[in-house]
């Protein structure tokens, strides 16, 4: 067989291998595949946590190519938006809050919503509603350029020529509350607030002449924080499509919600809604953020480790209880009843996975993570609210919580042990009938004995 028609052959038999090759890479490579994620660089200045053996942690990062054309497609669709509804998970209401909504909704009045208000207390509802109201969303409007704001400030001037309500106010935050799309509960209150902030919009047709419109309503946030069950709360039916994973809506779609459907006659108090996929950025810079995010189910599966992320959300949950016990206030004794354990008296939160394996999943450290991160989604630990609301504009978004280091440290008599282990290998070896030459002592060692680092010094001079 000639060299030619060997790498001919090669070559074929690579073009017919290619499909199932792919198949098998789709899973090791998000970069081609362009399934799951797509590669991104991080910032500069982060730095992963390295363990004693110099072993990397790896980054939760997540932006499936679904979600980069949603990104593109709402800045150009929010233009014809009249109210921005934002939502967020009220476990982590700093971490679900996108730091582009304010660019993109510039000089429309924004309303914050707050979902999965039932499992945190109520101390830290109230604190967050009056953080909002008080500070506004500094960490948005921070990364705003001037010709964005100059925009927005005329465009707010423009909407107080036909409203008088909420004049004074220099951000876009109409109103912050929190809604329960399971139960409904201030689903009234958020249609009556959508159309007081859209109010500008009918006395502005009405000026002209022209007939009321039905309101454009944006509904925005990460996701599965509760857009689409907010959307069928609203409609009173089942129209957007809901699951408890992260990526159900992958397209933007126009809902329409009748007069009818808010217990109002008139045309104008009806609005559509805008219902688009879960929107997350590019890079997760804050890696604390992203992973309490992983742990609120916000982010798919494939972009992170069980393990890893119970891990982290029990040392977090450590902290937060002694620090900010009012966050937390019933998880030690529910953790103390559900596992057999104090989870303070345990170490880190790694000691804490696996003194959850021990008990309760016969030593799996996966099933383990996976029951932690179950028992905190569905509620199990009673109220918790991961991130506590900030009390000034210099805080970055959240009151800080310091992880220490809390590793626990066993007191034992090294030189009892060492005696142990080596009668146990004698006794061992002299059942097998084996002889071992005699120990050798350190004190009886002469003054003038060859040290260890000069063995072997000069064997190879002149080589």
Not at 280 to 303: F, K, V, Y
Not at 377 to 402: K, N
Not at 449 to 456: E, F, L, Q, R
């Amino acid at each position: 067989m000639t060299p030619l028609r060997s790498f001919i052959i090669m070559i074929c038999a690579a073009f017919l291998s290619l499909p199932r090759c792919c198949r098998s890479f789709q899973r090791i490579s998000p970069l081609l595949c362009r399934q799951y994620t797509r590669s991104v660089e991080l910032p500069a200045q982060y730095s992963p946590d390295n363990d004693e053996a110099g072993y990397a942690r790896p980054v939760v990062q997540w932006y499936p190519g679904h979600i980069a054309k949603a990104e593109r497609q709402l800045q150009e669709t929010f233009k014809a938006v009249d109210v921005v509804v934002e939502v967020r998970d009220a476990r982590a209401a700093k971490a679900t809050s996108h730091p582009s909504v304010a660019k993109w909704s510039a000089g429309k009045p924004r309303m914050v919503v707050w979902t999965h208000g039932d499992q945190i207390p109520a101390s830290s509802r109230k604190a967050w509603q009056q953080a909002y109201l008080k500070l506004g969303d500094v960490t948005s409007q921070s990364i705003m350029d001037k010709q964005i704001q100059h925009q927005a400030k005329q465009a707010r001037k423009e909407r107080q020529k036909y409203t008088v309500k909420n004049s004074n106010k220099e951000d876009d935050i109409y109103m912050a509350m929190f809604v329960n799309g399971k139960t409904g509960e201030g689903i009234h209150g958020l249609v009556r607030a959508i159309l007081k902030a859209g109010a500008h919009v009918q006395e502005r047709r009405e000026r002209r002449g022209l007939k009321p419109r039905a309101l454009r309503v944006g509904v925005i946030g990460f996701p599965n924080v509760g857009k689409s069950a907010l959307i069928n709360r609203l409609l009173g039916k089942r129209r957007a499509k809901t699951a408890n994973t992260p990526g159900v809506t992958r397209a933007l779609q126009w809902i329409r919600v009748s007069s009818t459907e808010t217990s109002s006659s008139n045309k104008g108090d009806s609005f559509e809604l805008l219902d688009s996929p879960g929107v997350i950025p590019a890079t997760l810079p804050d890696q604390s953020d992203a992973q309490l995010l992983a742990a609120c189910n916000c982010i798919g599966t494939a972009a992170y480790d069980n393990q890893a992320i119970a891990a982290y959300l029990c040392t977090w949950l450590m902290a937060l209880y002694q620090q900010y016990p009012e966050a937390a206030p019933e998880w030690r004794d529910i953790c103390r009843k559900r596992y057999q354990f104090d989870p303070l008296e345990v170490g880190t939160g790694e000691d804490m996975l696996w003194a959850v394996a021990d008990n309760t999943c016969q030593g799996n450290p996966e099933d383990a993570a996976r029951k932690i991160l179950q028992d905190f989604r569905a509620g199990r630990w009673g109220l918790v609210c991961l991130q506590v609301a900030p009390v000034s504009a210099e805080e970055p978004g959240q009151r800080p919580v310091m992880l220490e280091d809390r590793t626990v440290t066993i007191e034992r008599d090294d030189e009892e042990e060492s005696k142990e282990r080596a009668r146990a290998a004698l006794q061992t070896m002299e059942e097998w009938g084996l002889e071992l030459p005699p120990a050798v002592v350190k004190d009886d060692e002469p003054e003038n004995a060859t040290k260890p680092s000069s063995i072997g010094k000069g064997m190879f001079e002149g080589w």
